[in-house]
């Protein structure tokens, strides 16, 4: 049986979270087993065998699990599109800067003091006082940094075997399931590439465009 599950942005945690430590945990239950790489797009990139956790979060990130190569490129959000056409050299106000990080006016002066934001402070005529102003090009950058980007990082196919296969995978002897291993292992590899034929679409501008292979 295939399900299929959408990833959230920053979802990698949760995959490598469930994965068990040692081999006394997972066959006590408390985890999963270590994931392998399967796909046309894994094998071209040089993943094989097992999962290694930071190639995983890479490639969710959209980036090359070797180089860190940024290979798909995320909509950052539109206020902050809008501004850059505008031009990235003017100022904002601790305020401004707030509602383009979607945070208070706290933490925008905490991530000064912190000098995660290069802000400075000058005389504003409006209220007679200093007041903390960041210039949008530097708030564009923090931005970049430090928010993921608006796109779905991938999609989670789930592969079962029938019920029955499962409870003669427990009843059964090491040969018998070293056997259903196998079996299942090669019928993944099979869907895979079956999807990889006939299902992997994007849509791009609005038109339907064939994708290469999948990881």
Same mark, same amino acid.
């Given at each position: ?17 469930e ?5 006394? *945990? ?16 894994a $094998?071209?990139?040089? !993943?094989t065998?097992k999962? *290694? ?19 798909? $490129? ?10 850059? @056409?505008e ?7 601790? $305020?401004?800067? @707030? ?8 933490r925008?002066?905490? !991530?000064?003091?912190?000098?995660a !934001? $290069?802000?400075?402070? @000058? ?16 708030v564009n950058r923090?931005?970049?940094?430090n ?16 019920k029955?296969?499962?409870v !003669?995978?427990?009843?059964?002897? *090491?040969?018998?399931? @070293?056997?259903i ?35």
């Amino acid at each position: 049986m295939l399900t299929i599950g959408r990833i959230r942005p920053g979802g990698a945690d949760y995959y490598v979270g469930e994965v068990a430590s040692s081999a006394e *945990d997972y066959y006590l239950g408390d985890g999963e087993a270590p994931g392998r790489w399967v796909g046309s797009l894994a $094998a071209e990139m040089g !993943l094989t065998g097992k999962v *290694d956790p930071d190639h995983f979060r890479s490639i969710l990130e959209g980036r090359h699990p070797f180089t860190g190569e940024q290979l798909v $490129a995320g909509r950052q959000s539109g206020t902050i599109e809008r501004h850059v @056409a505008e031009g990235d050299d003017r100022w904002l106000t601790a $305020a401004e800067v @707030a509602r383009q990080l979607r945070c208070s006016d706290r933490r925008v002066r905490q !991530l000064i003091a912190e000098e995660a !934001l $290069a802000g400075e402070k @000058a005389y504003s005529p409006t209220t007679n006082r200093l007041v903390w102003r960041v210039r949008l090009v530097e708030v564009n950058r923090y931005a970049a940094a430090n928010h993921p980007p608006k796109s779905r990082p991938g999609f989670d196919l789930t592969l079962r075997p029938p019920k029955s296969v499962s409870v !003669l995978w427990a009843l059964g002897d *090491d040969t018998q399931r @070293a056997a259903i291993r196998q079996a299942h292992r090669e019928a993944v590899d099979e869907v895979v590439a079956y999807i990889e034929r006939q299902a992997m679409y994007a849509r791009r501008k609005g038109e339907k465009v064939l994708t290469h292979g999948m990881v």
